[in-house]
């Protein structure tokens, strides 16, 4: 078994060489990986690269720290060396997540609070040092959610309820709390557990587009359900606590904004929050669906824009009433619009064929009314054009299925275009979705091979 070392034993050796023997930090570094190398010492657990001061052989992260925490508790007002310690913690923090993880150890995460703490605490609040403090607490927490804890919910808390004429502290803390949501389901209960909400509400004005996307995603964060140590999560109970608060004023804010990638976010954030029926009449009934297709029709070329529009109306067409609206309010030329232009495009196909597929199923008034705008021959030009795709291909015999199974009138016009060859070939081509584009083949009145999947014999008879 080979033998390790701790990351203090290297940090020594490599200062000694530094000291001692007069090396450079390079030099140092390698002289030293040399020598426990040439003992057979594993030295995979170790980060090699930390930066080295030239004096002392120390590594800058850990001198570092050390100097943050000698300030905690000082009244003195200049900060300027204490904001230069904060800018090298935060650079530091910023090279992996080993650097994170060694600055965590050595305190790093406390002493940033408690610097907090004092500084919010203060008559007058430096902003600058604030700032610089919640950048660095921003690059340790990256992917290291476990230090966020009660201590620093409390510092979130009465950061959200300051009154500074500057955003970037409230934009900072929001980027704090997306990253302490990130795969950790007790962080994410634990903020849901507060006052944080209420706090957050107030902040969905119009005008700060980058307020805007910041809050969205923390919303969108905390109904994450991505924690593997957790067997059952909160995120449905989540969303609809969030949505309970702010699925109306986002609703609201869809027309205050022309940027596409706000928009984006807006729709994506609403589709994450509508996880209930009522919450999708309720959308539909603040004239969401007007919105979400005036949006569409003025952004056609914006791919991820209609991509989170499409799956919004997916999302709401879980409502039968709501999917109705939504056909009646005139989205099938819409989405007709957007096949035909973003034909090359495999996302946005896949996403508007699902789409199809959701507000066709069992309706054969919202077949026909699709039907009827001429997508059938879009359709099969947007499958012929992915071959290779097997959700676009999948989707697309979904589609064909359900505007087929009720209107065996359409099946001439899809046969017409060629689809039969298509989708004959997809089936060889992607085995793994053979039964969807069998079920369209079928519906279109094809030759097709369905196989009896079992043939064995019960035990026992079943009465007649």
Same mark, same amino acid.
């Given at each position: 078994? #080979?033998?390790? %070392?701790?990351?203090?034993?290297?940090?020594?050796?490599?200062?000694? $060489?530094?000291?001692?023997?007069?090396?450079?930090?390079?030099?140092?570094?390698?002289?030293?990986?040399?020598?426990?190398? #040439?003992?057979? %010492?594993?030295?995979?657990?170790?980060?090699?690269?930390?930066?080295? $001061?030239?004096?002392?052989?120390?590594?800058?992260?850990?001198?570092?720290?050390d100097k943050i925490k000698e300030h905690i508790g000082q009244k003195t007002e200049d900060t300027t060396q204490l904001l230069e310690h904060l800018a090298t913690l935060d650079a530091e923090c910023q090279k992996s997540l080993a650097h994170r993880v060694l600055a965590g150890k050595n305190g790093a995460h406390d002493a940033l609070i408690t610097l907090l703490e004092e500084s919010l605490a203060s008559n007058s609040l430096n902003e600058t040092l604030v700032k610089k403090c919640l950048e660095a607490v921003n690059s340790l927490t990256h992917k290291q959610p476990d230090l966020f804890d009660a201590e620093a919910m409390a510092v979130v808390l009465k950061l959200l309820a300051l009154k500074v004429e500057s955003q970037d502290i409230i934009l900072l803390t929001l980027q704090w709390l997306q990253k302490a949501c990130i795969m950790h389901e007790m962080n994410r209960q634990n903020i849901m557990n507060t006052p944080a909400l209420k706090l957050l509400k107030p902040l969905l004005t119009k005008g700060n587009e980058r307020m805007i996307r910041e809050l969205t995603a923390v919303f969108r964060f905390l109904v994450l359900d991505d924690d593997i140590r957790v067997e059952f999560g909160c995120a449905h109970e989540h969303a609809r606590q969030i949505a309970g608060e702010v699925l109306l004023p986002l609703v609201e804010l869809l027309p205050a904004y022309q940027d596409p990638n706000v928009l984006a976010d807006l729709l994506l954030t609403i589709g994450t929050l509508a996880v209930r029926q009522e919450l999708c009449t309720a959308i539909d009934e603040a004239g969401g669906l007007k919105a979400v297709f005036e949006i569409m029709s003025l952004n056609l070329d914006e791919v991820r824009l209609n991509r989170e529009a499409l799956k919004l109306l997916r999302a709401l067409a879980g409502h039968d009433s709501v999917k109705a609206h939504i056909v009646q309010q005139g989205v099938a030329p819409i989405i007709k619009q957007l096949l035909e232009t973003h034909e090359a495009n495999e996302n946005i196909v896949a996403a508007a064929l699902a789409c199809v597929t959701t507000l066709t199923l069992r309706v054969k008034e919202h077949s026909s009314a699709f039907f009827e705008t001429g997508i059938a021959e879009v359709i099969v030009e947007a499958i012929r054009a992915h071959p290779k795709h097997k959700i676009v291909q999948r989707n697309g015999a979904w589609a064909i299925r359900n505007m087929v199974s009720r209107s065996r009138n359409q099946c001439e016009t899809w046969i017409s275009f060629g689809v039969e060859d298509l989708l004959n070939t997809a089936m060889k081509e992607h085995p793994s979705v053979e039964q969807d584009i069998k079920a369209a083949l079928r519906d279109l009145g094809c030759s097709v091979n369905l196989r009896e999947e079992w043939t064995g014999t019960a035990e026992k008879k079943i009465a007649a």
């Amino acid at each position: 078994m #080979a033998k390790v %070392i701790s990351q203090d034993t290297f940090d020594d050796v490599v200062k000694e $060489n530094v000291v001692e023997f007069s090396m450079t930090p390079s030099e140092a570094k390698e002289e030293t990986i040399k020598q426990f190398e #040439a003992q057979g %010492i594993n030295l995979a657990n170790i980060i090699k690269d930390l930066s080295i $001061n030239p004096q002392t052989g120390q590594p800058v992260i850990n001198e570092t720290v050390d100097k943050i925490k000698e300030h905690i508790g000082q009244k003195t007002e200049d900060t300027t060396q204490l904001l230069e310690h904060l800018a090298t913690l935060d650079a530091e923090c910023q090279k992996s997540l080993a650097h994170r993880v060694l600055a965590g150890k050595n305190g790093a995460h406390d002493a940033l609070i408690t610097l907090l703490e004092e500084s919010l605490a203060s008559n007058s609040l430096n902003e600058t040092l604030v700032k610089k403090c919640l950048e660095a607490v921003n690059s340790l927490t990256h992917k290291q959610p476990d230090l966020f804890d009660a201590e620093a919910m409390a510092v979130v808390l009465k950061l959200l309820a300051l009154k500074v004429e500057s955003q970037d502290i409230i934009l900072l803390t929001l980027q704090w709390l997306q990253k302490a949501c990130i795969m950790h389901e007790m962080n994410r209960q634990n903020i849901m557990n507060t006052p944080a909400l209420k706090l957050l509400k107030p902040l969905l004005t119009k005008g700060n587009e980058r307020m805007i996307r910041e809050l969205t995603a923390v919303f969108r964060f905390l109904v994450l359900d991505d924690d593997i140590r957790v067997e059952f999560g909160c995120a449905h109970e989540h969303a609809r606590q969030i949505a309970g608060e702010v699925l109306l004023p986002l609703v609201e804010l869809l027309p205050a904004y022309q940027d596409p990638n706000v928009l984006a976010d807006l729709l994506l954030t609403i589709g994450t929050l509508a996880v209930r029926q009522e919450l999708c009449t309720a959308i539909d009934e603040a004239g969401g669906l007007k919105a979400v297709f005036e949006i569409m029709s003025l952004n056609l070329d914006e791919v991820r824009l209609n991509r989170e529009a499409l799956k919004l109306l997916r999302a709401l067409a879980g409502h039968d009433s709501v999917k109705a609206h939504i056909v009646q309010q005139g989205v099938a030329p819409i989405i007709k619009q957007l096949l035909e232009t973003h034909e090359a495009n495999e996302n946005i196909v896949a996403a508007a064929l699902a789409c199809v597929t959701t507000l066709t199923l069992r309706v054969k008034e919202h077949s026909s009314a699709f039907f009827e705008t001429g997508i059938a021959e879009v359709i099969v030009e947007a499958i012929r054009a992915h071959p290779k795709h097997k959700i676009v291909q999948r989707n697309g015999a979904w589609a064909i299925r359900n505007m087929v199974s009720r209107s065996r009138n359409q099946c001439e016009t899809w046969i017409s275009f060629g689809v039969e060859d298509l989708l004959n070939t997809a089936m060889k081509e992607h085995p793994s979705v053979e039964q969807d584009i069998k079920a369209a083949l079928r519906d279109l009145g094809c030759s097709v091979n369905l196989r009896e999947e079992w043939t064995g014999t019960a035990e026992k008879k079943i009465a007649a």
